[in-house]
């Protein structure tokens, strides 16, 4: 049911940002321009959207970035003099927000989520790409394997999608697309039809599914047996169980929520208090390992990560992401309090990107660690006494993304235990804090991110693509729960007696009796 929830959430999020009172993008100076004034509504908008992207965007703060985009709008220009539908133009300018490969800026392909095909596809890579979930009525085609739609191979639909959909790498864009590929919009913009989708599946069988409203939507979802797994996804945001016996402690980390975060919601709980009982049950039961399963966690709020890694590592002395600001107009008018800011004494310059530790007010900062904080605020663990001894290991799946890949990043940066299971659905460095916006004469909505989050080690965006597990395991074997076996195995090794002939800093006989189902 991830993939459900996660579409679910997509779309809320949609709907509020559609209910919003989204700022219209305008700039003096271009709407003064002889080709603003001449141009249709679409070559107008072209021409604000590409102000905005190249005033606001990180990546074109690089005077050449920037040309480059000044180029490509030209071009376009004279294209979009030509056309005369809005899905045409989504499709022009979807173009140039998926070349950054940032699943933060995007443009909104659909004019409502609420029309939709009743039919999605497992996209997995090379993997055949089979019918994972459908109306209730279709429930036969379940786990077919699907070879055309529409009368196009789905390898080439899905060559065309990643022209369009804003993604950190190819990991997040299998992510989105089987979610895109519900919308009839989204097949409108791809040039196909918006009403019928007409599947070919590889044993010579088709079907013709027609478009439906999301309300009939009744589902019918290809189930896999997860009955016994210790490792099957859990309904709650976190939880933990330890296994006396086995001296391991298995926590599943679901989304980054609780109390404090979400403080209309009294029920539930809060982490810091979760994450110091399950440390103090920990202890009293002699726990060994830790394993902190995120396979499931698309992000949240990124502090509850450090609550949790300040009982891994003294937080005084961790190495943390160093997160950049880059000024714009746009940005400004969510966040005017920049206004007041200073650098090295001197105001903020629009257009110019700086380090936010280093703000003025930042550098000044003194920060007392001893200071009581209010219960409206998360509680770290400041006591290096009480730091975890122990073993800790992270299941990463390719759902970790946002603050997931914060804190996995953040523990792989400061040697805080190891990580196993699939390549992460987001990079460590990455760009991020959406701004929306909307252009004023088609309505055409916009999302942009205005930051850069640069990791511990400061590698920049372009550096990874993926944060690689230091073991792959495969999360998805139908037959066994593949990482709870290498967690038991490893967990017996090391707290196995070295042999006389290891010297006691040295630990590398740990990796070397690994079980590694994955690689066998």
């Known amino acids: 049911m991830k993939r459900i929830s996660l579409m679910a959430t ?30 249709n509504a679409y070559q107008k908008d072209l021409l604000l959207y590409a102000d905005m992207l190249g005033d606001t965007h990180p990546y074109y703060a690089n005077a050449e970035h920037r040309a480059k985009l000044q180029k490509r709008v030209r071009k376009m220009y004279k294209e979009c003099g030509k056309i005369d539908h809005i899905t045409e133009f989504k499709l022009y300018l979807a173009k140039v927000a998926a070349s950054l490969h940032d699943g933060h800026t995007a443009i909104y392909y659909w004019s409502s989520p609420d029309r939709i095909f009743p039919v999605r596809f497992t996209i997995n890579g090379n993997a055949p790409s089979i019918v994972d979930l459908c109306q209730d009525e279709y429930r036969d085609i379940l786990g077919k394997e699907v070879k055309f739609i529409n009368g196009k191979p789905l390898n080439k639909i899905l060559n065309a999608a990643r022209e369009i959909v804003s993604a950190d790498n190819a990991v997040n864009f299998e992510n989105l697309v089987q979610e895109y590929l519900l919308l009839t919009d989204f097949w409108a913009m791809m040039g196909m039809s918006d ?3 007409n599947i070919t599946f590889t044993d010579g069988s088709t079907i013709a599914i027609p478009a439906i409203n999301k309300s009939d939507l009744k589902i019918a979802q290809l189930q896999k047996d997860m009955s016994g797994r210790i490792t099957a996804p859990r309904r709650a945001l976190f939880d933990y169980t330890i296994y006396e016996d086995k001296g391991i402690c298995y926590m599943q980390f679901n989304q980054f929520a609780d109390r404090v975060t979400h403080p209309q919601y009294t029920q539930l709980a809060r982490f810091d208090e979760f994450v110091r009982d399950m440390m103090a049950d920990m202890e009293a039961k002699n726990v060994k390992t830790l394993v902190v399963d995120l396979q499931y966690n698309s992000g949240g709020n990124s502090v509850l990560g450090n609550v949790l890694l300040s009982w891994l590592k003294p937080y005084r002395v961790m190495k943390q992401f160093n997160t950049q600001v880059r000024i714009s107009e746009l940005m400004l008018t969510y966040y005017p309090y920049y206004k007041e800011f200073t650098y090295d004494g001197k105001p903020l310059e629009i257009g110019e990107t700086y380090l936010a530790r280093k703000f003025d007010h930042n550098r000044d900062a003194k920060i007392d660690y001893t200071a009581p904080q209010d219960s409206a605020r998360h509680v770290l663990n400041l006591d290096p006494e009480r730091i975890f001894k122990g073993d800790v290991i992270f299941i990463q799946g390719k759902d970790s993304f946002s603050s997931a890949m914060l804190l996995l990043t953040t523990a792989r940066d400061n040697y805080i235990g190891s990580i196993v299971g699939e390549r992460s659905g987001g990079r460590p460095s990455h760009y991020g804090d959406i701004l929306y916006c909307r252009l004023p004469n088609t309505g055409t909505m916009a999302t942009v991110s205005h930051k850069i989050f640069l990791r511990p080690s400061y590698s920049p965006v372009e550096d990874a693509e993926y944060l690689y597990p230091d073991l792959e395991i495969d999360l998805n074997d139908p037959q066994r729960d593949l990482v709870w076996e290498f967690v038991e195995t490893f967990t017996r090794k090391a707290n196995a007696p070295k042999s006389e002939k290891q010297q006691d800093d040295d630990d590398s006989y740990l990796w070397d009796t690994i079980y590694s189902p994955a690689m066998q």
């Open 10 to 39: 997509a779309l809320l999020s949609l709907g509020i940002a559609y209910g919003q009172n989204i700022p219209a993008y305008h700039d003096t100076e271009i709407e003064a321009s002889k080709e603003y004034v001449e141009g």
């Open 195 to 197: 009403e019928v989708l």
